[in-house]
Nanobody, 125 residues
Framework: QLQLVESGGGLVQPGGSLRLSCAASGFTLDYYAIGWFRQAPGKGREGVSCISSSGGSTNYADSVKGRFTISRDNAKNTVYLQMNSLKPEDTAVYYC??????????????????WGQGTQVTVSS
């Protein structure tokens, strides 16, 4: 069964850091571009960051540029999202998704084929 599993979420104070992981099972991520999305209560899902299948190209939402870093370790079949200088407005459920068609990633959700179940990130003092 093809599955993506996110982990690493939790409660953190403003200014703190978290590293989210997105691990694949049942398939290899080597040929998939990966996106991270988030959804806050009462809001739509938004693209946070994405990385091409090779890892050579990345994109970030303006709201997280300079604070978040996406990376991938294909040997571990895992993609990471390092989140620094977290703000209360970063509070959301974070999802990773895999896009199988073409090497380039996208910041919109429609092109993605597989989704994880999400991990909660709460930034609060």
């Amino acid at each position: 069964q093809l599955q993506l599993v996110e982990s690493g979420g939790g409660l953190v104070q403003p200014g703190g850091s978290l590293r989210l992981s997105c691990a694949a099972s049942g398939f290899t991520l080597d040929y998939y571009a990966i996106g991270w999305f988030r959804q806050a209560p009462g809001k739509g899902r938004e693209g946070v960051s994405c990385i091409s299948s090779s890892g050579g190209s990345t994109n970030y939402a303006d709201s997280v540029k300079g604070r978040f870093t996406i990376s991938r370790d294909n040997a571990k079949n895992t993609v990471y999202l390092q989140m620094n200088s977290l703000k209360p407005e970063d509070t959301a459920v974070y999802y990773c998704a895999a896009k199988g068609l073409g090497p380039m990633c996208a910041m919109t959700s429609l092109p993605y084929n597989y989704w994880g179940q999400g991990t909660q990130v709460t930034v609060s003092s």
